[in-house]
């Protein structure tokens, strides 16, 4: 194991000092409830047709009003199958509109803070609208079931402290497709909306990074036809902002990303367009110089 990350510690060094290559941005999608705001960060790359099948389903407003109406604590905390809307005389429940299914992409394990599609029992490439975050690792439970499960996501910033609260919510079964829902409140004979965990709105952010408990996350082209998932990790934050490429965290990538970011191995700096720092700030123009090339270290030297 250590030589072959020496092996990807020299490749990666190959690129950044000697190529110039570049890196790619994930959409960022922020979800907006009434417990509280958290992202998801897209694996666009490694899930191409799952993530396109996502945004499909944001842009067409189905998650707009959505519900979470599946609860299972210390496992999963699922959505994206039911929505409230304007009925003649008052808001109801109803089935959110799906597209046709979307084939199987499971690549990455089901661990803790992890999102991935909602499918039929039995039919791999049935997934549609329904997604859910992982509460815990469930890798030996879904990664080997059912084709496994598809991760496509993770939660980002400190989106996952909602995702908890929303899971120490009492659960009713409201019957039907409805028997593990999470509620607000208090409920009589009737449940209202508002009894809900409900989704108000999503937006959707691109940057070419992302920073998150102190990792900065990206994809490199290392120049011979083959594209790594990497992460520099924050390693000390006084007097300056220095960070480290973390080797244990390095993974291939199925195709060459978009490039955007850029290294000068003139001046030994990494320019990086944006950076998504939180779920409403994004920091433009990073730049990073390499200040040490032996521990593969860069330090912060500006940004907008």
């Known amino acids: 194991m250590r030589l072959i990350q020496t ?3 020299t490749a990666l060094f190959a690129c950044l000092f000697f190529l110039a290559n570049n890196t790619q941005a994930n959409s960022i999608a922020c979800f907006n409830t009434n417990m509280g705001q958290f992202c998801i960060e897209l694996f666009e790359t490694q899930t191409p047709l799952t ?7 944001i842009n067409s407003d189905a998650y707009t009003n959505g519900i ?32 046709a299914p979307v084939t199987n992409e499971f690549k990455i394990s089901n661990t803790r803070g992890t999102v ?8 791999p490439n049935s997934a549609t609208s329904q997604w859910f975050v992982n509460l815990a690792d469930n890798s030996p439970n879904l990664d080997n079931q059912n084709g496994g499960f598809t991760v496509f996501g993770r939660v980002i910033f400190d989106g996952m402290s909602v995702i908890d609260a929303i899971e120490k919510l009492p659960i009713a079964n409201l019957g039907g497709n409805l028997t593990a829902t999470p509620t607000i409140g208090s409920i009589s004979s009737t449940v209202s909306t508002d009894n809900f965990v409900q989704t108000h709105h999503v937006a959707v952010t691109n940057t070419t990074g992302v920073f998150s408990e102190g990792i ?9 036809g083959e594209a790594l998932a990497v992460n520099l990790r924050l390693i000390e934050d006084n007097p300056a902002y220095v960070f480290e490429l973390d080797p244990a965290n390095i993974s291939s990538l199925p195709k060459i990303p978009t490039s955007i970011a850029t290294f000068s191995s003139g001046s030994g700096q990494l320019h990086i367009p944006s950076v998504m720092i ?14 040490d090339a032996k521990s593969f270290q860069f330090t912060l030297s500006g940004y907008e």
Do not use: C, W
């Not at 993530?51 to 389903?57: C, G, R, S, V």
């Open 7 to 9: 092996s990807y510690k």
């Open 51 to 57: 993530t396109a099948n996502f945004l499909n389903y």
């Open 68 to 99: 979470f109406h599946r609860s299972v604590p210390g496992f999963v905390i699922q959505g994206g199958g039911f929505k409230i809307v304007d009925g003649a005389d008052e808001k109801t429940l109803a089935p959110v509109n799906t597209f």
């Open 116 to 123: 991935a599609m909602a499918k039929l029992s039995g039919n």
């Open 216 to 224: 900065r996350s990206f994809a490199v082209d290392i120049g011979t």
């Open 278 to 291: 939180n779920a409403s700030t994004v920091v433009k123009n990073v730049r990073m110089q390499l200040t």
